[in-house]
């Protein structure tokens, strides 16, 4: 695909972008923001696993960090936004900080168990310190902030100009965090880690600034949640969203951020659109991740980019490594 | 502790039980090119390993580098005091480029001499011809070239080179014993394991024989091309 065909592609895009509070429904601009946040939360997973081969599981633990701090700061009304959504980005950053020196001793199924472990832990604290997160019945009544409620062309659409502004910010910022010299590190790392160490590298301080990127970004998307949703619960945080962030991501192909982009947008509109006809909607997703999984093992974007026009694509992310 | 470059005093590896170096002490003095020969199974890689710490070997005994122990350092701390290693089979990063390759590694020296990316191109223009194709992507010989060229760049003053000679031509041995001459001329020192003899006695300036984990022979490259008795008791050649 040469250049004018991808900036005039990226244009329809962006223009679609913008216009869709003007030109879709109420509904379609709710599922968008929807989709956007649980989007951020498929680039910190997809950030992980393309650049080091690491599968998180605690993805929705750093966003319901995130969520609990701004819930908890606002309804017991100690802060309110920008400082409460400062405050759960330094809990994040703190928790990921002590949680990564310990994850990243660890490699391949350990460190999925280990995310495992600490996403069942804050999603355990979360549901039985009742007296601090209001357990099961989780925390309500957190307002969306003034600074996102603007009005454009008459129309209170704030809150998705900020969240889709933040989107394209973090996914460029993590897309050009990949092709740099620090990216081409952590892919150093992912193929051969003593390699890396041989060459002066320590390894583990780059695997822990690596897990800690994603978790903000895990972070960023729990700010963005709670102030849309208005309620920070549990279930937010369950094992079932850290299945939901992993299918997403083998859905849309994990070597890719756009593909994981793509994945948890499917996975989110197939979740909304199924659900409005049957209650087992799951077993439908579950069955098109096995295919997917059979007949696409790099995702809808490995497919996508085994198109002609998208071979260089193909061969950037596919081509060299171990798997392939 | 000597001014050597490095010094290795009675270093002793066990993988487990089986003891592979036993009381080896030797060094390479500064801009000095130093061959350690010997039979499969002898214990020369075990020797690069437990000098750089790599692997989980069990060692006992001192490694000075620079005038550092580096026995109870990282690997990564070990490779930051000047050391680089040319591993056996390459070891190169299959989704990463040639110029990555040599961008990943690059570690500036503010010496005269400092290896950049574009010197060593100038050195190994064949793997220049290919800066954009993957590492894995390359031929036997241009991957010991790029393996040679990942060392260079990272400016060290000692290069480790696990047997250079494995898998390649009679062509690319005598670039590598080309390039391994003329390092003393950018101040860098050599220490190499090698089977392949007619190399290593014309990359080096110095010879040590390890025989079952011991250094049993030592002798200048000069003499020791003239003693055929113990190239064939020690080497069988």
């Known amino acids: 695909m040469n250049q004018i065909s991808k900036w005039i592609i990226y244009t329809i895009v962006a223009l679609f972008l913008l216009a869709v509070p003007f030109i879709m429904s109420e509904f379609f601009t709710t599922m968008m923001v929807r989709v956007l946040y649980f989007s951020l939360m498929a680039v910190a997973f997809a950030f992980l696993a393309s650049q080091i081969g690491l599968v998180s599981l605690a993805i929705p633990a750093f966003l319901g960090l995130s969520g609990y701090t701004i819930a908890i700061l606002e309804t017991r009304e100690i802060m309110f936004f920008p400082y409460s959504a400062m405050a759960a980005i330094v809990v994040v950053l703190f928790v990921s900080a002590v949680f990564g020196i310990f994850a990243n001793r660890s490699k391949g199924i350990y460190f999925i168990m280990l995310t495992l472990i600490l996403g069942q832990i804050i999603w355990a604290v979360a549901r039985q310190w009742a007296s601090v997160t209001n357990g099961v019945n989780g925390l309500i009544g957190i307002s969306t902030p003034d600074a996102m409620q603007f009005n454009v062309f008459g129309a209170n659409v704030g809150f998705y100009y900020v969240i889709l502004f933040t989107f394209v910010l973090i996914v460029w910022a993590v897309l050009a965090l990949t092709r740099s010299s620090f990216g081409m590190k952590l892919k150093g790392i992912r193929e051969s880690e003593s390699r890396m160490i041989m060459l002066g590298y320590r390894v583990s301080r780059l695997k822990w600034v690596a897990f800690v990127i994603s978790s903000l970004v895990a972070g960023i998307a729990g700010v963005f949640f709670v102030y849309f949703v208005g309620v920070m619960h549990p279930s937010a945080i369950d094992l079932d969203s850290s299945a939901m962030v992993l299918i997403a991501g083998i859905f849309g192909g994990v070597y890719s951020i756009i593909g994981a982009v793509l994945g948890m947008s499917i996975v989110q509109t197939l979740e909304v659109v199924l659900n409005a006809y049957t209650q087992r909607y799951l077993i439908i997703i579950g069955i098109m991740f096995l295919l997917v999984v059979i007949y696409a093992p790099k995702g809808l974007m490995g497919l996508i980019y085994k198109n002609k026009y998208m071979k260089s694509l193909y061969d950037k992310w596919y081509k060299g490594r171990k798997d392939s | ?237």
């Not at chain 2, 000098?51 to 122990?69: A, F, Q, T």
């Not at chain 2, 950049?116 to 223009?125: A, G, H, N, Q």
């Not at chain 2, 590598?176 to 001459?181: A, G, L, M, P, T």
């Open chain 2, 1 to 237: 502790m000597s001014e050597s470059l490095l010094s290795v005093e009675n270093l002793n590896a066990y993988y487990d039980k089986a003891h592979i170096l036993q009381d080896v002490s030797f060094q390479v003095n500064p801009l000095e090119r130093v061959a350690i020969l010997g039979r499969n199974g002898m214990g020369k890689s075990t020797l690069f390993k437990s000098i750089l710490g790599l692997e989980k070997i069990r060692r006992e005994g001192d490694v000075y580098l620079n005038g550092h122990n580096v026995m109870n350092k990282e690997t990564f701390e070990t490779a930051n005091l000047g050391v680089a290693y040319v591993p056996q089979g390459w070891q190169l990063f299959p989704s990463l480029s040639v110029d990555e390759h040599l961008q990943i590694a690059h570690t500036p020296h503010a010496g005269e001499h400092e290896w950049t990316p574009d010197s060593v191109y100038e050195l190994f223009p064949e793997i220049k011809a290919r800066k954009k194709v993957s590492g894995t992507k390359l031929s036997g010989g241009e991957q010991q070239m790029l393996a040679i060229a990942r060392a260079l760049v990272r400016n060290p003053w000692l290069i480790l080179m696990d047997e250079p000679s494995e898998g390649i031509s009679t062509f690319v041995i005598e670039r590598v014993i080309e390039v391994c001459q003329h390092m003393a001329e950018r101040n860098v020192s050599l220490l190499l394991v090698e089977q392949n003899l007619d190399l290593a006695l014309r990359a080096a300036q110095k010879v040590y024989i390890l025989v079952n984990g011991r250094i049993v022979y030592t002798t200048s490259t000069e003499d020791f091309k003239e003693d055929k008795e113990s190239q064939i008791h020690y080497l069988g050649v």
